[in-house]
T-cell receptor
Framework: DAKTTQPPSMDCAEGRAANLPCNHS???????VYWYRQIHSQGPQYIIH???NNETNEMASLIITEDRKSSTLILPHATLRDTAVYYC????????????FGKGTHLIIQP | DTGVSQDPRHKITKRGQNVTFRCDPISEHNRLYWYRQTLGQGPEFLTY????????KSRLLSDRFSAERPKGSFSTLEIQRTEQGDSAMYLCASSQFELTYEQYFGPGTRLTVT
């Protein structure tokens, strides 16, 4: 898996866009970037993943730089329920070896 | 889609006892994973099933741990002779597609060994 680096914590005001960065400078050409989040006392929740192009779904947008060395997860209108630990993961296997979670970014949405 | 379910949600046991946890994946998902999460850490991969076959095991899965998925549907994780270090959240996840890490997690079973 490519090593990923995330800030340990971030604050964002409710209603504003939350932009969570992730560095993955050693990522190889066929490794996707996955984002998960874990709300306190719950199991992790899949958010989005991408390879090269920007991706958007009902939860978030994923912006991947052209050189693929970093990405940003965007929550367009953060709510208090978005307070969670967000994990950026760049796995290298074919799905059979599980995910390697780091420490993630603790995002706190302020009222 | 009822999601991944796990039972029990909480288990308190005394050191040396055996415990068993159950995971019911999303019905059409043929891939099933077990993870362990200790306080303040991200989840750690334990083992993976494709249908009923256990295809991958982490070095974290000591001899006291055994997992089964007898008919390719639900799975059980058993810990024998529990130790205080086994206290953790045990998470199950399932996935439908090959060559993807899009996994759907259950709520977890919190184990406390006294």
């Amino acid at each position: 898996d490519a090593k990923t680096t995330q800030p340990p914590s971030m604050d964002c005001a409710e209603g504003r866009a939350a932009n969570l960065p992730c560095n993955h400078s050693t990522i190889s050409g066929n490794e996707y970037v996955y984002w998960y989040r874990q709300i306190h006392s719950q199991g992790p929740q899949y958010i989005i993943h991408g390879l090269k192009n920007n991706e958007t779904n009902e939860m978030a947008s994923l912006i991947i730089t052209e050189d693929r060395k970093s990405s940003t997860l965007i929550l367009p209108h953060a709510t208090l329920r978005d307070t969670a630990v967000y994990y950026c993961i760049a796995p290298s296997g074919g799905g059979a070896d599980g995910l390697t979670f780091g420490k993630g970014t603790h995002l706190i949405i302020q009222p | 889609d009822t999601g991944v379910s796990q039972d029990p949600r909480h288990k308190i046991t005394k050191r040396g006892q055996n415990v068993t946890f159950r995971c019911d994946p999303i019905s059409e998902h043929n891939r099933l994973y077990w993870y362990r999460q200790t306080l303040g850490q991200g989840p750690e991969f334990l083992t993976y099933f494709q249908n009923e076959a256990q295809l991958e095991k982490s070095r974290l899965l000591s001899d006291r741990f055994s997992a089964e998925r007898p008919k390719g549907s639900f799975s059980t994780l058993e810990i024998q002779r529990t130790e205080q270090g086994d206290s953790a959240m045990y998470l199950c996840a399932s996935s439908q597609f090959e060559l993807t890490y899009e996994q759907y997690f259950g709520p977890g079973t919190r184990l406390t060994v006294t």
